[in-house]
T-cell receptor
Framework: NAGVTQTPKFQVLKTGQSMTLQCAQDMNHNSMYWYRQDPGMGLRLIYYSASEGTTDKGEVPNGYNVSRLNKREFSLRLESAAPSQTSVYFC???????????FGQGTRLTVV | GIQVEQSPPDLILQEGANSTLRCNFSDSVNNLQWFHQNPWGQLINLFYIPSGTKQNGRLSATTVATERYSLLYISSSQTTDSGVYFCAVERGGGADGLTFGKGTHLIIQP
C-alpha cells in the first residue's frame, strides 16, 4: 500500500516546454487534488476532482489542465511552462468529503 | 473564500520546551487538519480534528468550532519537531479541497 505516489520528484523545464505531472493513489479514494506551494506560503489549490469523471478549478488554475484518467490517477499538465510556475506541487486524495487528506511526497519543478 | 490565519509565524525554542500554535478561521468548517512539513518537504498528517480534543504522544490539539479556532500543543520539544506546521480547513458540502494557512515555522535548538 503505497498511498499517494507522484512522479517525477524533480524536474527542470525551459520556458515554453510542456510536461505532465502524474499522481496515483491506491486507497480507492473518491476525491483527488493538485496543490502548489511557494516559499513562505501555504498550499494553494490548483484543480480538484471530487469523483471520477469530474474536475473543477481551484484557487489558482491558470496555466494548468488536469485529467482524471480513472479512479486511481489524476494528472496535471503544463502546456507552456512559465517561470511563475516554479513551485513544489503536491497531489492529495480523500475517501469522502470532509475527511482526512493524504498527500504525496511532492514534485519540485523549476522553470528556467 | 474562507480565511485561515496561523500564529506565530515563527517560533524558536530550546529542546524540552512546550509550545502552543494557533489557527483562526473565518467561517464555520466541517474539516480541520494539522500537518507537519518536515525539512525534506514531506507533509505528515498530525490530526484530523474538526471539533473537540485529541492527543497523540507529546502532541495534542483542540478545536473550538463555535469560536473558530484550533490550537496545537507540543510538549517536551525535540529537534525532530522542527519544521513548518500547517492548519487546513474545509467548509461543508462537497469535497472542494482544503484551504491552508501560511504555517508556523518552528525551530527547536539542542
Amino acid at each position: 500500500n503505497a498511498g499517494v505516489t507522484q512522479t517525477p520528484k524533480f524536474q527542470v523545464l525551459k520556458t515554453g516546454q510542456s510536461m505532465t505531472l502524474q499522481c496515483a493513489q491506491d486507497m480507492n479514494h473518491n476525491s483527488m487534488y493538485w496543490y502548489r506551494q511557494d516559499p513562505g506560503m501555504g498550499l494553494r489549490l490548483i484543480y480538484y476532482s471530487a469523483s471520477e469523471g469530474t474536475t473543477d478549478k481551484g484557487e489558482v488554475p491558470n496555466g494548468y489542465n488536469v485529467s482524471r484518467l480513472n479512479k486511481r490517477e489524476f494528472s496535471l499538465r503544463l502546456e507552456s511552462a512559465a517561470p511563475s510556475q516554479t513551485s513544489v506541487y503536491f497531489c492529495a486524495s480523500i475517501p469522502l468529503a470532509n475527511t482526512e487528506a493524504f498527500f504525496g511526497q511532492g514534485t519540485r519543478l523549476t522553470v528556467v | 473564500g474562507i480565511q485561515v490565519e496561523q500564529s506565530p509565524p515563527d517560533l524558536i525554542l530550546q529542546e524540552g520546551a512546550n509550545s502552543t500554535l494557533r489557527c483562526n478561521f473565518s467561517d464555520s468548517v466541517n474539516n480541520l487538519q494539522w500537518f507537519h512539513q518536515n525539512p525534506w518537504g514531506q507533509l505528515i498528517n498530525l490530526f484530523y480534528i474538526p471539533s473537540g480534543t485529541k492527543q497523540n504522544g507529546r502532541l495534542s490539539a483542540t478545536t473550538v468550532a463555535t469560536e473558530r479556532y484550533s490550537l496545537l500543543y507540543i510538549s517536551s520539544s525535540q529537534t525532530t519537531d522542527s519544521g513548518v506546521y500547517f492548519c487546513a480547513v474545509e467548509r461543508g458540502g462537497g469535497a472542494d479541497g482544503l484551504t491552508f494557512g501560511k504555517g508556523t515555522h518552528l525551530i527547536i535548538q539542542p
